[in-house]
């Protein structure tokens, strides 16, 4: 967890918390029956489709590795409880869909992952080392801004820990103007 303005990590210049988030658009695969375990299909989807919640935005390596198999099978396990208190988790790396297709029936999961082959979100999030996106978190507000940070996070336990920060910020009042 990155607190202050701005930092700097392996991968570039985080964004500034308590501002807009980048905005990204990215093809990639979510689950034909949105938030359950079901066939991948592909998808494209932008910051934008998840105005009004809050956001789970997390960048990994690669599918198929050890510790990305790890992190979302954290992220799957508690996926009912980020559903229960109105938040979306998407994952993020330079894999192409057919790869995340693949992932996803693999490992059961039931949230999108996206395709940034080039880094360009990536690069944008400060979670960027070619060829890689880096192992970031950020969490974004419902209206669009970025509130905490992750940065070179643990896979074993990390979504019980994004969990208990994301309620955390809930309790907290939010200018909806």
């Not at 930092?7 to 308590?18: C, E, H, I, K």
Request: glycine content about 10%; hydrophobic content about 40%; aromatic content about 10%.
């Amino acid at each position: 967890m990155v607190s202050g303005q701005q930092a700097f990590a392996l991968g570039g210049t985080l964004p500034a918390l308590q501002q807009p988030a980048p905005q990204f658009r990215l093809a990639g695969v979510q689950p034909s029956v949105a938030g359950e375990v079901s066939e991948a299909i592909p998808a494209e989807l932008a910051l934008a489709d998840f105005a009004g919640q809050w956001l789970v935005l997390y960048f990994y390596p690669r599918d198929f590795t050890g510790g990305c198999t790890i992190e979302a099978r954290g992220f799957q396990k508690d996926l009912p409880q980020y559903k229960k208190i109105g938040a979306q988790v998407v994952g993020i790396s330079a894999d192409d869909p057919e790869s995340h297709a693949e992932f996803c029936s693999s490992e059961g999961l039931a949230f999108p992952l996206l395709s940034d082959p080039g880094g360009a979100v990536s690069r944008s999030y400060g979670s960027w080392i070619a060829p890689y996106s880096q192992r970031h978190t950020f969490l974004i507000d419902p209206n669009g801004i970025l509130r905490e940070q992750f940065v070179a996070v643990r896979p074993t336990g990390h979504s019980d820990e994004v969990l208990t920060q994301l309620k955390a910020l809930q309790a907290e009042p939010i200018d909806l103007a």
